[in-house]
């Protein structure tokens, strides 16, 4: 038996697959889910929401704009799950409807009280507050707000006005002395705060809160409230907001680019010019200025949202900055591995072991320190980086150019394709050119999604190479909320395996083979189905297969297809899938022998690690890459084993049984779509993962274990 394309078409069937969006639509309930939990505190329920609302925002913008993308363009094709794109759009607005109400209520209901039991009061009248807080707040007003705003007429005349990418508008009706009606627009300005502390505006009372007490408007009632002084003479009879989300990916056509910076430039100016397909309208608000908005948005009834409360809650996660800590998750700080406090030279340290971070319970600060190292270290002869995702002043950026400067020789492959980020990368690519570092875009039709360091480094038994490997960004901000795995090694083959990689990005390379490292989209996928079809015979050898796959989405039809046939042929598989999961668990003679979790918790789970029981002789891969026809097909992604047996046994026990076990903020997958909590399945002891990590984390300490037992447990 082989694992072939050919072979595995059996499985490729519309019923034996989820529908890729609405499985994300579960991913974002259990967001919701989060914001609703009751243990919860209330600063990091208002966080869930805002996280909701934002993941909503990119789904449209993305996801269900490519949908319309194809009912445009007339096409009928279905999805692996057999829905038709019209198909897919009615049961994505059937499944988000009845959370967003559910969302809205909670929101009035719960959040709102909870706020003012704890003296934060959010205003949604401005006749709620004292006389001296309304006329400070309109003097403010008058200085800062009402030069920026622009009121556009909407007649014969004057053409609809152009309405930008999220932006909060107010449609208007106003009555000339004359009695005609005209159409008015004023967009509430993007670079004010959403909400206004009212006790930073009246000079008269501290900032940081009266009496422990915070007090909120929203700017969109402050400017309502003073919306005649826009149209002097004029009766406005009717204002409400809305908000509208237009299709924001960008299409490159790389082969007819010379010039891929400027091309990139182009298209994100092209970006807020792009289809409306959702417009977000308060209750309120009366047909006849909805089907104003509909007729001159190009749209349809299909794209309204009618929303029963403030648009655009994304907004509220200023909230969570409040320095409340008993309305928070108590504090976590990342702590450094007692390792790197050791004397020895960075370099010799990694060359005398493997060293492997896991954040956000690791510090970042030590993969800042070797890009540092390296740029000072006057024996380096060469950096070579891939930076994804860098940030804003990065410190990783500072040191690059600084190795510049200090006449090494330094290569950084800058991916401009990153989706939202090409503008910041951008930035850095200019930056990093000033500098004197050689600056590559990628590869023709690839993102280059790997992430990678190579140090070169003049020793006195010859020239060395350092390597690190990682699942996450080179971010320093990402690194605390994002759970990742990073490793340093001075392993020969996974060395020589990066250069040749790095040869692959920079230069001409039709390399198809390497010694440790899996490579999309050269070999990735080839090697997940050999060691799946491995368990399969290990199996029918010696009775026993396991696979555990911990990764962000599970999309692609023939590594699905792959699982199904050894869960049929008795592998037992884990998924510990955090957002997308096309593939459907527990369905007998298909997938009886596969369990799917999901946690959604305070970290974002981002590891992508892979492990294989191969008759008890263990292999385990951290990958930057998910199992989706992108990752594997239109993407250069690395792959990496963990050699170590020390942290083979740590990224076993410690992540991925835990995982597994987890029965507070895991959730399992029902064949239905659906998801339970593990808390109604296991009746033991209670399991956070996260937690269990954080507490083990902050108790290794020189202070507390002797070091040779606290590196064991790091």
Not at 66 to 75: C, D, F, S, T
Not at 107 to 120: G, Q, S
Request: aromatic share 10%.
């Amino acid at each position: 038996m082989k694992l072939s394309k050919e072979y595995l078409q059996k499985y490729i069937k519309p019923e034996n697959f989820f529908n890729r969006d609405l499985s994300w639509l579960e991913f974002n309930r259990r967001v919701l889910e989060e914001a609703l939990n009751p243990e919860l505190p209330l600063l990091d329920k208002i966080k869930f929401v805002s996280i909701f609302f934002s993941n909503l925002d990119e789904f449209y913008m993305i996801r269900v704009a490519g949908i319309k993308e194809q009912l445009r363009a007339k096409v009928i094709d279905t999805s692996i799950d057999g829905l038709t794109p019209i198909e897919q759009l009615r049961k994505i607005e059937s499944t988000i409807q009845p959370m967003l109400k559910q969302l809205s209520d909670f929101w009035r209901e719960e959040i709102i009280p909870r706020l003012k039991e704890n003296k934060i009061y959010i205003y949604n009248n401005l006749d709620e507050i004292t006389k001296e807080e309304r006329d400070a707040l309109n003097q403010y007003f008058l200085k800062e707000i009402y030069p920026v705003l622009t009121p556009l007429a909407f007649d014969p005349g004057r053409p609809f006005p152009y309405i930008s990418n999220l932006s909060l508008s107010f449609a208007i009706l106003i009555k000339k002395p004359s009695g005609e009606k005209h159409f008015a627009r004023v967009k509430v300005p993007g670079i004010i705060p959403r909400l206004l502390r009212i006790d930073n505006i009246v000079k008269s009372k501290p900032k940081n809160g009266s009496n422990g007490t915070y007090k909120y408007v929203w700017i969109g009632d402050l400017i309502k409230s003073n919306l005649s002084l826009l149209f002097p003479g004029l009766e406005i009879l009717e204002s409400y907001l809305f908000r509208i989300t237009r299709d924001t990916d960008l299409e490159i056509q790389e082969d007819e680019a010379d010039d891929l910076l400027q091309m990139i430039e182009e298209n994100i100016k092209q970006r807020k010019f792009g289809s409306v397909v959702r417009l977000e309208v308060e209750k309120q608000m009366p047909e006849y200025m909805i089907d104003t908005l509909i007729e001159n948005l190009e749209i349809s009834r299909d794209d309204l949202h009618i929303i029963d409360g403030n648009l655009g809650l994304s907004d509220v996660i200023l909230l969570y900055d409040l320095q409340l800590p008993h309305l928070k998750e108590k504090a976590f700080h990342p702590v450094t591995p007692i390792i790197f406090e050791d004397e020895e030279n960075l370099f010799s340290l990694i060359r005398r072991k493997d060293i492997m971070l896991h954040h956000p319970y690791d510090s970042f600060n030590p993969v800042i320190e070797f890009i540092k190292l390296a740029s000072r270290d006057p024996e380096v002869l060469a950096i070579k980086q891939t930076l994804y995702r860098v940030g804003p002043n990065s410190p990783i950026i500072k040191y690059l150019i600084e190795a510049a400067e200090r006449k090494k020789q330094v290569a950084v492959l800058v991916e401009l394709k990153a989706r939202f980020d090409e503008e910041n990368n951008i930035f850095w690519a200019r930056e990093l050119e000033k500098a004197g570092v050689h600056v590559v875009y990628g590869l023709l039709g690839l993102k280059t999604h790997a992430k990678m360091t190579l140090v070169v480094r003049k020793e006195i038994d010859g020239v060395k190479r350092y390597v690190h490997l990682s699942s996450g960004n080179y971010n320093i901000d990402t690194a605390k909320i994002y759970t990742d795995i990073g490793l340093f090694t001075a392993d020969q083959d996974i060395c020589s395996d990066v250069s040749e990689i790095f040869n692959y990005l920079t230069g001409y390379s039709e390399q198809k083979t390497f010694r440790k490292l899996w490579v999309a989209p050269v070999n990735k996928r080839q090697k997940f189905l050999d060691l799946i079809e491995r368990e399969i015979k290990n199996v029918k050898t010696n009775g026993k297969g396991h696979l555990i796959f911990k990764l962000n989405a599970l999309v692609d039809p023939l590594l699905i297809a792959a699982l199904y046939e050894a869960s049929a042929k008795d592998v037992k598989i884990d998924l510990i899938v955090r957002g997308i999961c096309c593939l459907i668990p527990q369905v007998p003679s298909l997938s009886e022998n596969i369990r799917v979790i999901s946690i959604v918790g305070r970290f974002l789970e981002h590891a992508r690690i892979y492990y294989f029981y191969n008759n008890g002789a263990e292999e385990i891969y951290c990958s930057s890459a998910d199992l989706m026809q992108r990752n594997l097909d239109r993407r250069i992604e690395t792959t990496f084993p963990i050699l170590d047996k020390k942290l083979k046994k740590y990224i076993k026990e410690r992540i991925l049984e835990t995982s597994i076990a987890d029965n507070e903020k895991a959730r399992i997958l029902l064949p239905t779509g659906k998801f339970i909590s593990n808390k109604k399945v296991f009746n033991e002891d209670k399991l956070n993962h996260q937690e269990f990590l954080m507490s083990r984390k902050t108790t290794v300490s020189k202070k507390i274990l002797p070091k040779e037992i606290a590196e064991q447990i790091i």
